[in-house]
């Protein structure tokens, strides 16, 4: 086996020799080298994600596990975790989005977590093209095909357009789970004599080395990486997630891992190593859908809906039952060693023999950082471009707009119900579901803003993680972590390298100053075709807890008789804003950069508006601006709403700028004394009130309520 | 009311029937795989849950019709008790021949999740008893075939018999029909029964219309109480 088709480099395979003092035999180089490769070892980003904060009071489980667990109270974890299926997706959108969902839900499996929910981050192109239309499609419908089979809700997202995605869609799949406390699995609990069990589908020629199809760019040939595309079956999952969830409550594994990238050499590898100890592979045992596959193939095949038990020798026979019971395929594969060597036997013969550190620990690449040399150009806005003339029209096509209106089209192919907990679902900027058993709500927050990350991505970065954070602590909710999808173009290019950076130290500084910690990750390289790179998308999706349902202030639910008042400056920065690349076409100009003691000063005040019960409804100001928060909230509740802003701030900058600690707030009748003592010494400002039929703004605007919806919702006007 | 939920492989609102009927009638449900050939307790009420049993992967619920429990649950409904099919336990009850038509892929050809209305056109059966007839309620779908169909002749017989039980409607005017099905189905027909009355099968999952401060309303409540209203004063066999 040639290093190089291994994806190693000439030092890369240098450093193997020297760990090994021998040249690896080609199997061998072909371990390593999937093992090496970006998308299992992180090499290019290990240095940044470690500063990332990772400690905080509510975290059980940090980076390092399947996914990060956080404490829910009474008794219960929550592991989550977002990965990207993007490559799989561009190429095969069905498949592709539909076993990225599969994929993130064996994570959740794999921390003894019973998939509770999901949520999906899709990034497509320019929506007028059929090739995007054609990719969205293939996309939604995998992602519903799955999710609705394997029973697991999708509760909520975001769907973002822009025509840096054309050639490359991103497809981010969240999953998160409930678990018992004392029921938590790890991958790091095996230990000598135990046995290592397959268990689920067999192994097949699907999707082998896709790790290494993702960790370089899409170009022509792409199409012809077909067979490196997995093939999902949710039914399989689904008995899959039963199975194990049994096996567990039998307290029958003693540690566990899913298969995912690298299949059965990188659950295997990770597991020893992790555990600290050895693993001896027996080829011929693993149960094969074809026949004539090669040892290598056998070991990089991504086959899915298959998972790597660790079991103690007694304990074998009530789990082969238990696999019967669901009709699933188990079988011993191997045994766990004190050895450290990661060793495969075929036929009795030992065909490789490394230690499992060379497999864990990749070396570490630094690539070299560049400002890009149009930063200036990129933060320089055009304001006589941006002047709106027709603000009335200006709001109907920020609401009707792709990034702008209802997403139900999408997500009414999704089952956002079943398992019977989802409190609010898609539509809402909040998720919140029920946690097992108890009156607690657990919120959940998508985030990206790719355009802010693109013109300044360490502001971009730093907003986004802001307005996640903004919008837990509206509904009253504390913050217990937060992961993230780190979608980027090449590392290699210094500009690129520089976007990632400035985005995960903008993500970092906000997190370490807010209080967020970073539990779980996935970072996704390489997002580039021969026609341009995405712009930097840094996602993230932050979990909180709010103690009593009844404290939960939703959104949507203006009621008559209540009156609106902004909390927050009365304007942000047109800069990237959704209303400012609608005028010029592409992002120009800066977001806001968040204040950080002004952010701690918004949350006491949310947290406590929420506690008192001091409004009626509550919503961050997001993309679009005030008027489409207004306007998002007028449709939403079912009511007119009427706005009175005195003030010589040019019409477009209050309507529409974005950024920055800002909130509207509908607070009942009676409630408006405890509501400004609350947020006194806060920039806040009664601006109007629920009143008639009609979406009125004095000296603006006045929009018939059906004819906003209708906007809204059909996207036209 | 003893109640029994079948789990095929692959249903996936068999717990969440089991948490409505036990939340709402404040009784135990027995949980009963589909490999059992009889019921260890013999209940009064089996539920075919929603789900996609063994995948869909051919036609939904076809797979599930001959599972081994299906002997016991024909049995169970020859002796005139309760059998309650939601979802893909509809789309098996009509496999097994034990409700007639058939459920195709909606007109839309993709996944419907959403909240929508249903009015109750009779009321003499086990199931909507405790109802007005014309009376609207509102239980979230979720499927991708939900499109009830028949035959001309067949389907007259069935509407003329009376053994339609739900039409998807519109709350506003009250009025049921094909124009209102979110799924093609043909009269806008969303649940049907036997003609004793002792079978009923619907697309809309009243389950998901139970736990009050979830999003799926609380008509379901009603739908529960109701069965139980009719077992308490009519009973099931």
Known sequence: MDYKSAGLSDPEYRRIIEILEREPNPLETQLIGVMWSEHCSYKSTKRLLRTFPSK?????????????????????????????????SAVAPFQGAATGVGGIIRDIIAMGARPSVSMDGLFFGDPDLKKTQNLSKGIVEGI???????????????????????????????????????????????????????????TGRDGIAGASFASRELDEDSKSS????????????????ECCMDLLAQNLIASMQDMGAAGILSSSSEIAHKSGCGIDITVEKIPLREKGMAPWEIFLSESQERMLLIVEQDKLDPVFAMAAHYGLDCAVVGTMTDSERYRVYEHGELIADLPTSILGDATEVV????????????????????ISAEPERDLLSMISCPNGRSKHEIWEQYDSMVQLHTIDGPGSPVAAVEVPDTARVCVLTMEAEPNKCRTDPYIGAS??????????????????????????????????????????????DTCRSLDCPVVSGNVSLYNETSGGQIYPTPLVVTAGLIEDRNKRLASGKAATGDTFYLAGDLCG?????????????????????PDHSKEKDFRE?????????????????????????????????????????????????????EGGARAVYAVPEGKEQVFESIWEGFPCTKIGAVSGEDFEWKEMFSIELSKLKKAFLEGCF | ???????????????DVQRAVCESLKTSVDMVWHEEERFSIQPDLVVLPGGFSYGDYLRSGAMAARSPIIKAVIEHAERGGLVLGICNGFQVLTETKMLPGALLPNTSLTFICRRCHVRVEQTDNKFTYGFKKGEILQFPIAHHEGLFFLPEDELKKLEDSGRVVFRYADPCTGKAGAEYAPNGALNGIAGICSEKGNILGLMPHPERATISHLNGGTDGIRFWDSIAKAFAERGAF
């Open chain 1, 144 to 202: 519903g095909a799955y999710g609705n089979a394997v029973g697991v809700p999708i509760v909520g997202g975001k769907t973002f357009y822009s025509p840096c995605y054309t050639d490359n869609p991103l497809v981010n799949a969240f999953s998160a789970g409930f678990v018992r406390l004392d029921k938590m699995a790890s991958s790091q609990t095996a230990k000598k004599g135990d046995l290592a069990v397959l268990l689920g589908s067999k």
């Open chain 2, 1 to 15: 009311m003893k109640t029994a939920v079948v789990v095929f492989p692959g249903s996936n609102c068999d717990r």
């Open chain 1, 573 to 593: 920065s047109l800069g990237a804003s959704r209303y400012q690349v609608m005028k010029n076409g592409t992002p120009a100009g800066k977001t806001v950069a």
């Open chain 1, 226 to 241: 077909r067979p490196q595309i997995q093939i999902g079956d949710p039914f399989e999952e689904k008995l899959l997630i």
């Open chain 1, 367 to 386: 690539w070299p950082s560049a400002e890009p040399k149009d930063i200036r150009e990129r933060i320089t806005m055009n304001p006589s471009s941006l």
């Open chain 1, 56 to 88: 905080g009071k509510y975290v059980l489980q940090g980076q390092g596990e399947n996914a990060g667990v956080v404490d829910m109270g009474e008794g219960w974890g929550f592991a989550f975790k977002v990965e990207s299926h993007n490559h799989p």
């Open chain 1, 463 to 508: 907003e986004t993680m802001a307005l996640s954070l903004r919008e837990l602590w509206i509904t009253g909710a504390e913050v217990l972590g937060m992961t993230n999808c780190l979608n980027f173009a090449s590392p290699e290019a210094p500009e690129k390298f520089y976007e990632l950076e400035q985005c995960v130290k903008g993500l970092a």
């Open chain 1, 605 to 657: 005040r949310a947290l406590k508006t929420a506690a008192a019960g001091a409004a009626s409804s509550g919503r961050a100001v997001a993309g679009g601006g005030l008027a489409v928060a207004l306007a998002n909230e007028a449709i939403a509740s079912e009511k007119g709403i009427s706005i009175e802003i005195n003030s010589s701030v040019p019409p477009e900058e209050i309507l529409f700028s």
